[in-house]
C-alpha cells in the first residue's frame, strides 16, 4: 500500500527543515495541516515518526529509517517532473568542487557539448557533498578523503601536487632550494588533502615554515594569490594547468619536487551507473584525465 504522496510530502519537509510550522510554509499548508497530514501517515503506518523536543522536531529511529527509504523515491519524482515540465531529457545531473568545476571541468565542457549534443548538462558547484538520497544529482566530483561508504569511488586522476609561483616572483626573491621558501610568503589551501608541511617533511625536512602568509579554502583563491605574486602556493598541476601553460605561474623547483595524491573522485550510486548519460560522462571524463 502505497501512502498518499501528500502525507509523504509533509513528512520528508518536516524532517528536512525540523519544523512543523516552516515545513508548512514551505508546502503553502497551515501547520495544523501538516499535523493531519503527518498525524495520518503515522496512523498508515503505525508507528511515531517523530519526537518534539527543546531543540525542535526529532525524528524517531523509525522515522529515521523511513526517511532513508522514500526521501530518494520522492527526489527523483520531483526531478523526473521538472525536467518534464521543461521540456528537458536525457538530462545529466552533475556536482563538482568549485575549484574543479572552474579550473578542470569548464574548458573541456565544450568538448563534452560536442561529443554528446543529445544531452543537457546541468551543473553546480559547492564545497559540500551531494545527498544522493534526495534524487538530484546522477554523479558528485567531490574533493578530500575516500571515505564515502555504499557508494561507487573512482578518482579521476593523479594529481601532482608542487609549489607554484608567478615568474616575477620567483625572479624576485631568488628561488632555487626548497630552503628558500623559508624567507618568502607561503600561500595555503586549507582544505588540500596535501599541505606544506607534508611537502616540507618529503624535500626539506628538519624544517617547517611556522606560519602561513595567507590562508583559502578554495584552490582558486590561492593560484589566484600566486599570480599575484602575493607568494608561493602549493596545488595540484592538474587544477592549476592553463596557468602553468600561459607562464602565469612555475613550479620553481621544476617538476621533480612534487607529492602525488589523488584528491577528487567520481562518486555516485551504483545504480546511477545504469542510465545511458552517466554512461556517457564517466567515459568522457577516463578519457579527458588520461589526455592530460
Not at 216 to 226: Q, Y
Amino acid at each position: 500500500m502505497i501512502p498518499p504522496l501528500s502525507a509523504l510530502q509533509a513528512f520528508e519537509a518536516i524532517a528536512r527543515r525540523r519544523s512543523f510550522s516552516l515545513a508548512a510554509q514551505e508546502l503553502h499548508l497551515t501547520p495544523s495541516a501538516v499535523s493531519h497530514q503527518v498525524a495520518k501517515l503515522e496512523g498508515l503506518l503505525g508507528v511515531r515518526l517523530f519526537e518534539r523536543s527543546a531543540r525542535g522536531v526529532e525524528l524517531t529511529p523509525a522515522g529515521q529509517n523511513y526517511l532513508h527509504r522514500v526521501a530518494n523515491a520522492l527526489g527523483a519524482i520531483n526531478t523526473a517532473t521538472e525536467d518534464l515540465r521543461h521540456g528537458v531529457q536525457d538530462t545529466l545531473h552533475l556536482h563538482c568542487s568549485p575549484s574543479f568545476a572552474s579550473l578542470w571541468l569548464m574548458p573541456r565542457i565544450a568538448r563534452f557539448r560536442d561529443a554528446f549534443p543529445d544531452i543537457s548538462l546541468a551543473l553546480s558547484a559547492s564545497h559540500v557533498h551531494s545527498d544522493f538520497q534526495l534524487g538530484l544529482v546522477d554523479i558528485d566530483i567531490r574533493y578530500g578523503l575516500p571515505n564515502w561508504p555504499n557508494l561507487e569511488v573512482e578518482p579521476v586522476f593523479t594529481e601532482q601536487v608542487m609549489p607554484l609561483a608567478s615568474p616575477e616572483f620567483i625572479r624576485a626573491h631568488g628561488l632555487h632550494t626548497p630552503a628558500d621558501l623559508m624567507r618568502v610568503p607561503l600561500i595555503q589551501s586549507a582544505v588540500n588533502v596535501a599541505q606544506w608541511a607534508d611537502w616540507f617533511a618529503r624535500f626539506h625536512p628538519g624544517e617547517r615554515p611556522e606560519r602561513m602568509a595567507l590562508k583559502f579554502d578554495r584552490a582558486m583563491m590561492s593560484l589566484d594569490a600566486a599570480v599575484q605574486s602575493l607568494g608561493v602556493a602549493l596545488e595540484s598541476a592538474s587544477i592549476g594547468r592553463a596557468l602553468i601553460a600561459s607562464g602565469r605561474l612555475q613550479p620553481p623547483f621544476g617538476s621533480d619536487m612534487v607529492l602525488e595524491v589523488q584528491g577528487h573522485f567520481l562518486v555516485y550510486p551504483a545504480r546511477h551507473a545504469a542510465r545511458s548519460e552517466v554512461k556517457a560522462f564517466l567515459g568522457w571524463i577516463r578519457r579527458e584525465a588520461q589526455a592530460g
